[in-house]
């Protein structure tokens, strides 16, 4: 079935770094991707998503690119904030699947930005 | 503007006793589902629904019961056969036929068994 694989957290930075979370995906399909975020105490909001391959979704500084060659869609920043401190959900849509309508979460990437 | 509205935010149970967690959504969406969120943990499906009348067990659907009367809502109800029913539950809708749109999520309800 499909699946999808996070790097696991926390991971901690400070202000103005660079960021990757890395995401892996396996699909029967061709998937559709996207990034979730949520923030403390609140429910997820799309942040980007892709839905073929080389397209590159992007939203609030944030970056990733749908790479098909290497099944990843990971999530990029070229300068954190403090206001970016959240979990970070990645997914997949696989459109051919019995259960089309469903997405597959990855199990999220807490992020804190320190000062 | 159009969206999903869980309520309550927050909400207490007593051993015994059965909740029920509203949500309720305005985007026309045909599918709705809900999440169960443990802390520092991912999504766990508990139900999902296509269509009015009609819905399906998730991954961890014990102790829980849905209904799907009208399109808007899909409330969840947490029996006393739910052990561990403390959690963040989670919400979402979403159509059917252009799944590459994902999903609309509620802002959650934190339920504290005390």
């Known amino acids: 079935g499909d699946s999808v694989t996070q790097m696991e957290g926390p991971v901690t930075l400070s202000e103005e770094a660079f960021l990757t979370i890395n995401c892996t995906y396996t699909?029967?399909?061709?998937?559709?991707l996207f990034w979730y975020v949520q923030y403390p105490g609140e429910g997820l909001q799309l942040l980007l998503k892709a839905t073929k391959a080389d397209d590159k979704g992007s939203n609030k500084g944030f970056e990733a690119t749908y790479r098909k060659e290497t099944t990843s869609f990971h999530l990029e920043k070229g300068s954190v904030q403090v206001s970016d401190s959240a979990v970070y959900f990645c997914?997949?849509?696989?459109?051919?699947?019995?259960?089309?309508?469903?997405?597959?979460f990855g199990k999220g990437t807490k992020l804190s930005v320190i000062p | 503007d159009g969206g999903i509205t869980q309520s309550p935010k927050y909400l207490f149970r007593k051993e015994g006793q059965n909740v029920t967690l509203s949500c309720e959504q305005n985007l026309n969406h045909d599918a709705m589902y809900w999440y169960r969120q443990d802390p520092g943990q991912g999504l766990r499906l508990i139900y999902y629904s296509q269509i009015v009348n009609d819905f399906q067990k998730g991954d961890i659907a014990e102790g829980y019961s849905v209904s799907r009367e009208k399109k808007e809502s899909f409330p969840l109800t947490v029996t006393s056969a739910q052990k561990n029913p403390t959690a963040f539950y989670l919400c979402?809708?979403?159509?059917?036929?252009?799944?590459?749109?994902?999903?609309?999520f509620g802002s959650g309800t934190r339920l504290t068994v005390v």
């Open positions: 979402a809708s979403s159509e059917l036929d252009r799944t590459n749109y994902g999903y609309t």
């Open positions: 997914a997949l849509s696989d459109l051919s699947g019995a259960g089309s309508y469903q997405l597959t």
């Open positions: 699909a029967t399909g061709y998937p559709s």
